[in-house]
Each structure stands twice: as structure tokens, then as C-alpha cells.
């Protein structure tokens, strides 16, 4: 089959019955990216399982097209059929660019796929854009977040990139969109035996809010102690939001999951709110919630490098500040209700 010039795929990651968030925000990034080339269109691969009533969910937050291979050998997820399957459908149709989330599944198959068709790939990914050339630029954080680098594949096809969930905005649905379901045999030998042993694995949400949809994040760095983070704790809980933590913390074990991790190596957020806490604001935490809404941000350094990125900022010792300013909110938490009401929203400052 002819290439495909343009096209741009989503590898689609599903969940039990439903589609992981990261593959909708992707839709909407390739859309963007093939606005670029007259005649292109965004597609997305559905692999799986009795999935085939997703197809128009993804149709809906923006695919033209689905490629639909629907196969009991395809559930649950295991990396080399998947991979065998996928390999041989971006070879018959020979898409230009192909996307997929930085989750663990995402990462494992996208090496793996790029291996067998000896194309480049650029891993968790930050942004991608075209440039004046019409080249994908891929930008990646580096050096732990202090250089962002821009890769190019100019040569081979498909250039792949693995992109982290919460980087894009996720497309609104629109049910009236219309798109193509393309069915598809999967490419698995009828006789092959995979030195694999799939396990159907079941993850149980935490009770806390997700920390990716929290309207507000309270993050806590080194400067909180082990002896101050159930006060982070019971802050965050005051306001209605998510705890979040940078690597120090979660290393010394203050923070109960590596789900609270901010920055290049953990989660991206954008909340409406963000409350740094004894945070020194080095660059791969702040990767993570630089476009939050309203920054905040205490530390008893004066120069600290967290101030760069600041609404507001107090310097001062967390410890001593943090129990005073959880007993202010305390007494004024009718007045804190109040301005989450939609009449009264928060709005972003100017950078001090």
C-alpha cells in the first residue's frame, strides 16, 4: 500500500472499557500536527478485545480514521503480540508520524515497534511541533530537566515519539464528528507461542483525589520534614485538593506514593492552584506544574529558584509557616468556599 504522506497516528491504550486520557490528548496534538500537510489526517489504532464501541469515542475526539483490530488474543495487553500486530499495520500503511503515551505500556511498545521497523524514537516527550521545514521537531527534557532538546527523524518513516500524559489538553468531544472504522485482521502467527506469561492485573484508585485533576495541588519539598507532612496533608485536604511531592520527599518516604511525584521523571499538572512548600524549584519539578494557574510558593531562600516561576511567593521557614497558615485557612475556610464558586474564578498574575 502507498504512503500514507501526512498521516498522523495515535497508538489508542485502553483500561478494561475504557480509553486512557493520554491517548484523547494526543488526538487533539495530532490533529494540530497535521493541519500542517495538505491532504493529511489523524488515524488512531485500536488493539484489544470486544473494544470496537471505543472506535467512535476516538472518532469523536478528533480521529478521521480507526484501525480497528479486534482480537481475543489482543486482551490482555502483552507486549510482543501487540507489537507484531502494530509492526505489520504501520507497514501496509506506512503512516508518516506515530504517537504514543509515555505510560508504561506506551514506552514498552513503542521500543519495541520502533526496533523492528529501525526507525528513530523520541521517549517522553514534552512538546512537539513542525517547523519551517515541515520537520517534527520532539522536544525532550534533559540534564534532569535543565535543557530541553529538540530531536528530528529526517530520514526514516514512521517518526515515532512517546508523549506524558497531562503535556496536551484533551480535546472537547464532539459527538457529530464522523470518521472511517477500519476492521483489521491482526498479523499473529496461528502457531505462536510467547515466552510471555500474561497477567491480568487490577489497580484499585487511591481514596485521595488523582493528583492530575486536582483543582488544587499542595506539593511539599525537603523543606517540610517528616515531621511536617501530615500538616501538607491535612492542607491539601483543607482546601480540596491533591498532595504533591518532589524526589526528595518521596525518596525519604514522607509521600505515600510515587503517584504524587511532580516533574519530568513523575506527573504533569495544571491545576488551578498550585501550593509549593519548602520546594527549592529545581528544573525537572518545575517542568511539571509550570503552567499551573496561580503559583504560590514559600521557602525560607530568598534566591531560591522556585521564586522564578511565582504568582506569589513568602520566604520563610515551611515548618514554622506551614501549621499558622493551616490554621488561617481553618478560620477563614467560608471565605476560601467562596471563591471556587464559577462566579468568582481564580485568574493567573503576572510572573514577580
Aim: charged content about 20%.
Amino acid at each position: 500500500m502507498s504512503e500514507q504522506l501526512g498521516a498522523v497516528w495515535v497508538i489508542a491504550e485502553t483500561s478494561g472499557s475504557k480509553l486512557a486520557a493520554v491517548s484523547l490528548e494526543l488526538l487533539g496534538k495530532a490533529r494540530e500536527l497535521a493541519a500542517y500537510k495538505e491532504g493529511a489526517f489523524t488515524a488512531a489504532v485500536l488493539m484489544g478485545s470486544a473494544i470496537a464501541s471505543l472506535a467512535e469515542e476516538l472518532i469523536a475526539h478528533g480521529a478521521d480514521r480507526v484501525f480497528l483490530l479486534d482480537d481475543p488474543r489482543l486482551a490482555p495487553y502483552q507486549n510482543d503480540l501487540h507489537a507484531l500486530a502494530l509492526t505489520d499495520l504501520i507497514k501496509n500503511h506506512r503512516p508518516e508520524t506515530v504517537l504514543f503515551g509515555a505510560s508504561y505500556r506506551g514506552s514498552e511498545l513503542s521500543a519495541t515497534v520502533a526496533a523492528k521497523l529501525e526507525t528513530g524514537l523520541a521517549a517522553h516527550c514534552v512538546d512537539l511541533r513542525i517547523d519551517h521545514r515541515g520537520e517534527l521537531v520532539q522536544v525532550v527534557p534533559a540534564f534532569g530537566g535543565t535543557v530541553l532538546g529538540d530531536i528530528f527523524c529526517p530520514v526514516s518513516r514512521p517518526r515515532m515519539a512517546s508523549v506524558k500524559p497531562g503535556i496536551f489538553p484533551q480535546p472537547a468531544r464532539d459527538a457529530g464528528r464522523t470518521g472511517e472504522v477500519i476492521k483489521i485482521t491482526a498479523a499473529l502467527p496461528r502457531d505462536y507461542q510467547s515466552p510471555l506469561k500474561a497477567l491480568r492485573v487490577f489497580r484499585r484508585q487511591p481514596p485521595a483525589l488523582p493528583l492530575e485533576k486536582a483543582p488544587t495541588v499542595v506539593a511539599g519539598g525537603w523543606g517540610v520534614g517528616a515531621e511536617g507532612w501530615h500538616l501538607l496533608e491535612e492542607l491539601a485536604g483543607e482546601l480540596g485538593g491533591a498532595v504533591g511531592c518532589t524526589r526528595p520527599a518521596l525518596d525519604e518516604g514522607w509521600a505515600s506514593s510515587e503517584d504524587a511525584l511532580i516533574g519530568t521523571s513523575g506527573k504533569t499538572v495544571r491545576p488551578q492552584v498550585y501550593l509549593g512548600i519548602g520546594i527549592s524549584g529545581a528544573a525537572h519539578h518545575t517542568a511539571g506544574m509550570k503552567d499551573s494557574g496561580v503559583v504560590i510558593n514559600i521557602n525560607l531562600d530568598p534566591g531560591a529558584p522556585v521564586f522564578g516561576v511565582s504568582d506569589y511567593g513568602a520566604v520563610g521557614d515551611a515548618k514554622k509557616i506551614l501549621p499558622l497558615l493551616l490554621e488561617k485557612i481553618r478560620e477563614h475556610k467560608g471565605e476560601i468556599n467562596a471563591l471556587r464558586k464559577p462566579d468568582t474564578p481564580l485568574t493567573r498574575r503576572g510572573k514577580n
